[in-house]
């Protein structure tokens, strides 16, 4: 039952991490969303959508089994996450309203007609 004793609380402290971690990080990509071109395909977003690498299940062991490495698999995990195109899945995206993105939308634009 001593074992017991101590995981409950560290459970509970990766729920809260972990959790706690993805609203803070899905609040501030929200925030920050600008118009976006694909680089791939020309497709023009606003609402890219987010890919995160690794596994959540290989977050859960190791914060089970070793929390250091839990913790830095977390931290890897969310800083890799990245915009892809809700088009065509390339993480290929730029801002739409920059020289390079207005040139980019104008090439693909002239490629439809
Ligand atoms: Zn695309």
Redesign the pocket.
Same mark, same amino acid.
């Given at each position: 039952m001593d074992a017991l004793r101590w995981l409950i609380p560290l459970l509970a402290l990766v729920v809260i991490f972990v959790v706690g971690g993805r609203a803070i990080l899905s609040l501030s990509s929200r925030r920050s969303e600008e118009p976006l071109i @694909? &680089? &791939? @395909? /020309?497709?023009q977003t606003d609402m890219p959508h987010t890919k995160t690498r690794g596994l959540f299940a290989v977050e859960v062991v190791l914060w089970l089994a070793f929390v250091i490495p839990g913790l830095l698999y977390s931290l890897w995990r969310q800083s890799t996450r990245q915009k892809v #195109?809700? &088009? #065509? /899945?390339?993480a &290929?995206?730029i801002a739409a309203n920059t020289p390079d993105g207005r040139k980019l939308a104008a090439k693909f634009s002239e490629g439809k007609s």
């Open positions: @694909c &680089t &791939t @395909c /020309g497709a #195109c809700p &088009t #065509c /899945g390339s &290929t995206l």
